[in-house]
Antibody, heavy 127, light 108 residues
């Protein structure tokens, strides 16, 4: 069974950094892009960025450029999101999510949608 | 960057009624392949309903359907069940993935 298991809740002070991990199981880690999405309390979903686990190449939402680092460790099927210079408005639940694929015979195509989500990591930024 | 707008912001309906949710892109989408819909209930993670604008995800009941192309996309719930009252988000996938602000479907 496919799972994404995230690290536990974090409480940080403004200006600090936080690193959230996302451990994948039940599938080949390098076969699927991993994305990070956050949701502030009572608010909608906001895309943070994505990583290609095979190459380690990331893409970020413009508002997070320079503040977020996305990495992956294929040896332990784990992706990481580090957000620096935290502010109070970074308080949110952070999710990792896998991009789905459809496979037939020897061909697989992306669904361009998030079929499996981590359970979420609550990050609270407070002085 | 494309911006997604969802309407209405909220919808009050009774079980058994039909729900029609709209998602509009600020510019024409390159392909409807990149448009997805999610459902989220309070305290839960989002759940994929529709990918490629019109394909139901695994395990999604056939009362959920998606359609659209270009700038206008629709999620239809043909007959609302009690468990369908939730928040619904559309998403456009890309190097800069974006979500719409959501439509809340609540019980009338």
């Amino acid at each position: 069974q496919v799972h994404l298991v995230q690290s536990g809740a974090e409480v940080k002070k403004p200006g600090a950094s936080v690193r959230v991990s996302c451990e994948a199981s039940g599938y080949t880690f390098t076969d699927h892009f991993l994305h990070w999405v956050r949701q502030a309390p009572g608010q909608g979903l906001e895309w943070v960025g994505r990583i290609n686990p095979t190459t380690g190449s990331p893409d970020f939402a413009e508002k997070f450029q320079g503040r977020v680092t996305l990495t992956s460790d294929t040896s332990i099927s784990t992706a990481y999101m580090e957000l620096s210079t935290l502010r109070s408005d970074d308080t949110a639940t952070y999710y990792c999510a896998r991009v789905g694929r459809l496979c037939s015979s020897n061909t697989c195509v992306s669904t361009y949608a998030f079929d499996v989500w981590g359970q979420g990591t609550v990050v609270t930024v407070s002085s | 960057e494309i911006v997604l707008t969802q309407s209405p912001g909220s919808l009050s309906l009774s079980p058994g009624e039909r729900a029609t949710l709209s998602c509009r892109a600020s510019q024409s989408v390159a392909s409807s392949t990149y448009l997805a819909w999610y459902q989220q209930k309070p305290g839960q993670t989002p759940r994929l309903l529709i990918y490629g604008a019109s394909n139901r995800a695994t395990g999604i009941p056939d009362r959920f359907s998606g359609s659209g192309s270009g700038t206008d996309f629709t999620l239809t719930i043909s007959r609302l069940e009690p468990e369908d009252f939730a928040l619904y988000y559309c998403q456009l996938y890309g190097r800069a993935t974006v979500f719409g602000p959501g439509t809340k479907v609540d019980i009338k």
